[in-house]
């Protein structure tokens, strides 16, 4: 809570976020009512085995009813760090360790009503892990490799993903 909180109450609680209701000050001194999502970030991958390709995941996404390709990506657990999160969302999404990680940038993807941070990391040297990781049974993921230049023309002509646009420009 800031400063500028002066109650507030939980709505919802699930496994990756919670939503409040809180009555805050506003900087130019009303009151007024906020619902925020309060999110504990996430990790944007670009996980890339060589310069020219990179990594996108295919699944399923009940809110917009559609298959998108896009990076992978997933909710940093309270108990890891952001890299920590990288490594184990590349196990989990596509099947590989990646033995370097680059911070590439940081992002609030919707700060009008979440305070989700989304660090997005460059994965490298990639190789294939000894074990199977476990996965989120809402999850049904296919990894895809693509050239650059094909998933910047997946983006532009068919995927609906903003994190995909902006982290393949990244690069």
């Avoid at 001194?29 to 906020?34: E, I, W």
């Avoid at 390709?69 to 969302?89: D, M």
């Avoid at 490298?124 to 990781?133: S, Y």
Wanted: glycine share 4%; with cysteine; proline share 8%.
């Amino acid at each position: 809570m800031t400063e500028r909180t002066l109650s507030s109450k939980p709505v919802f609680t699930s496994k990756n976020f919670s939503v409040r209701s809180d009555q805050v000050r506003l900087p130019h001194g009303p009151v007024t009512t906020m619902h925020v999502i309060r999110h504990p970030g996430s990790v944007v991958l670009l996980p890339m085995p060589d310069p020219d390709h990179i990594i996108l995941a295919r699944q399923y996404r009940y809110a917009i009813d559609q298959w998108t390709w896009e990076l992978p990506a997933g909710t940093i657990h309270s108990n890891e760090t952001p890299e920590q999160a990288a490594v184990r969302e590349c196990h989990e999404e596509i099947a590989k360790l990646p033995q370097k990680l680059e911070l590439l940038k940081k992002f609030f993807p919707t700060p009008g009503y979440s305070d989700e941070l989304m660090i997005f990391f460059r994965l490298t040297e990639l190789t294939d892990p000894t074990h199977a990781a476990e996965t989120d049974e809402d999850e049904d993921i296919k990894a895809g490799l693509f050239t650059l230049e094909e998933a910047l023309l997946l983006v532009a002509n068919d995927s609906p993903d903003m994190k995909t646009a902006l982290g393949l420009r990244l690069i």
